[in-house]
């Protein structure tokens, strides 16, 4: 089984720096997850660890071995593309042992391979179509199974499901969690899905503007954002934030809500991080799921009184947009009856659950 | 009561003068674009005696294909009485490996600027389309000098080479317009499994070609067989192309002007072109109008 590691990465093209001092390490059976908007840089370095771009500076190596300047056919990697990138002209068998043409396997071993792949992925009675005969999610399964065949090192994903429809991409996720759990090739996977990426990753690499914002498990990356980028970036809805300032008198700490009007300041001397931010611009994150209404919030949270604006009910979960002053903010309930526009709620803001962020740096105040 | 409107049975049937007005004019445009062809087709198979009494334009009353053969392989062009056969054939050898030079050559560039793309293959392919609006006139003095000091002047070799590297700008642009819409994803997938440039190219770019390939054969083809100016300038007697035996046939006859045999000779001087039109003509549209591959 296969390590990978990349070290210093950097990559420009011309003055404009792509990837910026890129450290990841995915480790035996690992399942690594780019995850980041369009332009932060997570495509690039995945054609980086395929060996489709030179890299500028730093290093990979595979299994301790330095791989940085290895052509990409001798890395032992194989990709599925987003366009699935399959040969036109090919039917979907030859698609598949393309690979295994070029380096001289023989026919009948060709063919075996081939067939053994599709049954896995159940094309077997696709392989004497051609490309343009196949559905979408046919299509991307040639595609994986073009990957599969090689058996390579590592399996590199660019997008694999964008271009599917909703039900197709739910599908083939499970299908490719399904084969990372029983063949525990090292893969690495980019998106800008965070489902995605909280489904299929072992680790989770969030990328904004050419840097790893957070490196970590998807557990840590959801309960511990280590700024406001990735707060933001990962959770539907999205986080609440509510900008917050701390004052100290007579030794306790007190953090004031700001666009919520009077209410009044929190005692958080508890929070010994938040000694170092007195006078400074904070923001507190709560996530939708984590307000609750203020008849069982506990004793100390704060609550804000806040006008309903619009519910949207999804079947499994109710999102209620509310108005608290200037303060705009999302909680999630249970389905049932939902409140009315422009009724009024009492919401808890649970300090336990709360996310203390430097509003001028981003980053999460360590508690 | 209410049936009655919707039928609509009192309503007269309307004459259908869109149609009608469309195909007329088609028809008289038609007929106005094949006048010419069929004056030529109707002369060539006259007598020259029925030509001279009946004059040059007029229906045939006994049709014989004798000025045919003699335009084929007995009208003398300038001293040698062969007719066009000999430089037919002359024309043959030259378009044919002509164009399937330049368009293999274009299929490459056009590759290699879209699907490998190097420092400066922008500027390189503006300097090459450049070429298409080069007039043949502007190159003829540089071309003679090449072929003579590569020793190919008044050879078919060096007229393949002209029409070959000529072809090129056009060919390349096809090609380089047609690859630009294939995914390049496709050649990162094969790059990874291992294809290397010419790999690729024959066995996942060329297969999805053909289109964009009959384009730039019948294109060249049909550019290379009707040049003249290069033709002229380049070969002389047992070497020349068929349009240029064709302008000596149809200008050096002695004595009476034989109006069938300039027909019939003009005839099998444009056959090839008809008949490739004829057979890929449809294609050359498909392939103009067709862009991307889908995968």
Redesign the interface.
């Known amino acids: 089984m296969t390590t990978l590691n990349i070290s210093g990465l950097k990559k420009s093209f011309g003055t404009t720096d792509v990837l910026k001092d890129i450290n990841i390490a995915v480790g035996d059976r690992g399942f690594l997850v780019l995850l980041g908007p369009s332009g932060c840089g997570k495509s690039t370095l995945l ?1 980086v660890i ?3 771009e030179q890299v500028s500076g730093g290093g990979i190596t595979m299994d301790g071995q330095e791989i940085t300047r290895v052509e ?2 001798d890395r032992d ?3 599925v ?10 039917t979907v068998e030859r698609n598949i042992t ?2 295994l043409e ?2 001289g396997v023989p026919r009948e071993q060709r063919r075996q391979a081939a067939a053994e792949v599709a049954e896995s992925l159940q094309i077997a009675h696709l392989l004497g179509r051609k ?2 005969q196949l559905s979408g999610g046919q ?1 991307q399964r040639v ?1 994986i199974g ?1 990957a599969l065949v090689r058996s390579p090192k590592v399996f590199l994903f660019d997008e694999p499901l964008s271009n599917l429809d909703t039900q197709l991409r739910l599908e083939t996720r499970a299908l490719i969690k399904r084969l990372h759990q029983r063949l525990g090739s090292t893969s690495v996977y980019v998106t800008h899905d965070q489902s995605e990426a909280m489904t299929l990753a072992t680790h989770i690499a969030v990328m904004s503007k050419g840097e790893v914002a957070q490196f970590g498990t998807p557990a840590e990356i959801y309960s511990k954002p280590a700024n406001l980028f990735v707060a933001r970036f990962v959770g539907t809805p999205p986080m609440n934030f509510f900008p917050a300032s701390v004052t100290e008198r007579q030794g306790q700490l007190l953090v004031h809500l700001e666009n919520c009007g009077a209410i009044p300041p929190m005692d958080l001397s508890s929070h010994g991080a938040l000694l170092h931010s007195v006078g400074r611009k904070l923001t507190i994150g709560v996530r939708p799921d984590q307000l609750v209404l203020a008849e069982s919030a506990e004793d100390g949270d704060p609550v804000l009184e806040a006008i309903v604006d619009i519910v949207e009910d999804t079947g499994t979960d109710m999102f209620v947009y509310l108005r608290s002053g200037n303060q705009e903010f999302i909680l999630r309930q249970p389905p049932g009856l939902p409140p009315k526009s422009g009724a009024t709620l009492r919401v808890a803001l649970p300090v336990t659950n709360m996310h203390f962020f430097d509003t001028e740096l981003g980053d999460r105040l360590s508690d | 009561m209410a049936t009655d409107t919707i039928t609509g049975h009192a309503r007269a049937p309307k004459f259908p003068w869109v149609p009608v007005l469309l195909y007329l004019t088609l028809g008289v445009l038609a007929f106005i674009f094949i006048m010419p062809l069929a004056v030529m087709v109707l002369t060539s198979v006259r007598p020259l005696e029925e030509i001279r009494t009946a004059g040059i334009i007029g229906i045939p009353q006994h049709v014989t294909f004798d000025a045919w053969g003699t335009a084929w392989n007995e009208a003398c062009i300038a001293s040698v009485c062969e007719g066009l056969q000999p430089y037919f054939r002359n024309s043959l050898a030259i378009a044919v490996p002509a164009t399937l030079l330049s368009t293999i050559l274009g299929a490459v560039n056009g590759y290699a600027l879209t699907k490998f793309r190097f420092r400066g293959a922008d500027t390189l392919m503006v300097l090459i389309i450049l070429g298409c609006f080069l007039p043949l006139q502007a190159v003829l003095i540089p071309a003679a000098q090449t072929l003579s000091s590569l020793g190919l002047a008044n050879s078919v070799f060096g007229l393949i080479l002209i029409y070959a590297v000529y072809g090129l700008p056009f060919t390349t642009l096809f090609f380089r317009n047609y690859y630009v819409a294939v995914p390049d994803e496709i050649v990162r997938a094969a790059t990874m499994d291992g294809a290397g440039f010419w790999r690729i190219f024959t066995q996942i770019m060329l297969p999805i070609s053909w289109p964009i390939f009959m384009v730039s054969v019948v294109f060249q083809f049909t550019g290379i067989w009707n040049e003249f100016l290069f033709g002229v300038s380049f070969s002389t007697g047992a070497s020349q192309t068929v349009t240029v035996a064709l302008n000596n046939l149809v200008n050096t006859t002695f004595g009476v002007k034989q109006y069938n045999v300039d027909m019939a000779a003009s005839l099998i001087a444009a056959l090839p072109v008809l008949i490739l039109y004829l057979f890929v003509g449809r294609f050359f549209v498909r392939g103009l109008t067709a862009g991307s591959v889908k995968g």
């Open positions: 054609n395929a060996g489709l990409s056919k990697i194989a990709m593309f987003q366009s699935y990138a399959l040969y036109p002209s090919m393309f690979s070029v380096r490309p343009s299509r595609a073009r």
